[in-house]
């Protein structure tokens, strides 16, 4: 199994946040949610996407549910889980239905929803938030060979062994231009992204993040859009011109799965 090359990008913090979402939010009405239920027993709904959240048999583990159970111990109640059953986060559609495991909480199906959920103005108007406990810059995997390729074709070799997502997708913009005859690389960066995540470069102001989108949107091929972080890393290894595009958090978990080198610097 190949080393991967790993990027930390810094240019914009994303909104992505990995939150629990509840219908009261504030630590005494907890409470009284809580004594409101027999035996205590709350339901909650969440994402099935590693490293926040996945099942393994009949348990459900990951970092998002290891925050669950000191919240459970803390205010002393259980909780079983459940996946809403169209495997989404959520929206809110135009005739005001809401779908995903928000709209389970909306429906009064679930108690509770937790994940790696984003914040949006459009979900402020329906739910309540806790406070966000990591705000996640966004991060992209791919292979060594297409960061040492591109550094080679750039003055970045002298400065860092990584590319910042600024210059991964400038080196895009300047292969894409070049005339097929004098290109010395293999063709374009294929950027993807898990579909649940897409909708967040769709609204994104940031001029890089639009360039990314727009790139996603001008491939014909859409299988750069995977349904888990799993296919996405899988996709890296099998694809030498793909950047997938993750979480910081997920990025360092990942790199130290998989890797036995130092952690990049961070810069």
């Known amino acids: 199994m190949s080393l991967h090359s790993y990027f930390r990008y810094h240019h914009w913090s994303c909104m992505m946040m990995i939150?629990?979402?509840?219908?009261?939010?504030?630590p005494n009405k907890h409470e009284r949610l809580i004594l409101a239920k027999p035996s205590n027993l709350l339901k909650g709904v969440i994402i099935r996407n590693w490293p926040y959240a996945d099942q393994f048999g009949q348990q459900y583990k990951g970092f998002a549910v290891d925050l669950l159970?000191?919240?459970a111990e803390r205010l002393r109640f259980e909780y079983c889980l459940h996946q809403p059953n169209d495997g989404k986060y959520g929206s809110v559609n135009p005739d005001g239905t809401v779908t995903g495991m928000i709209g389970e909480v909306y429906t009064n199906e679930a108690d509770f929803a937790t994940g790696d959920?984003?914040?949006t103005e459009s979900r402020r108007k329906y739910f309540d938030f806790t406070e966000p406990f990591i705000e996640n810059q966004l991060s992209a995997i791919i292979r060594r060979d297409l960061n040492s390729e591109l550094l080679s074709q750039s003055n970045q070799q002298n400065r860092t062994k990584y590319m910042s997502l600024q210059d991964l997708v400038q080196a895009n913009n300047e292969i894409k231009t070049t005339d097929p005859q004098?290109?010395?690389s293999n063709g374009p960066i294929i950027f993807g992204v898990v579909l649940?995540?897409?909708?967040y470069l769709s609204r994104s102001q940031n001029p890089t993040a639009r360039q990314i989108y727009e790139s996603i949107m001008n491939n014909q091929d859409k299988s750069s859009l995977v349904n888990t972080a799993n296919e996405g890393v899988d996709l890296v290894y099998r694809n030498p011109r793909y950047a997938f595009l993750v979480s910081f958090l997920f990025f360092i978990i990942i790199y130290h799965y998989y890797c036995t080198a130092h952690t990049p610097s961070i810069y």
Request: charged content about 15%; overall charge negative; proline content about 0%.
């Open 19 to 26: 939150c629990l979402l509840v219908m009261i939010i504030l």
């Open 69 to 71: 159970d000191l919240i």
């Open 117 to 119: 959920l984003e914040v």
């Open 182 to 184: 004098q290109q010395q």
């Open 196 to 199: 649940n995540s897409f909708d």
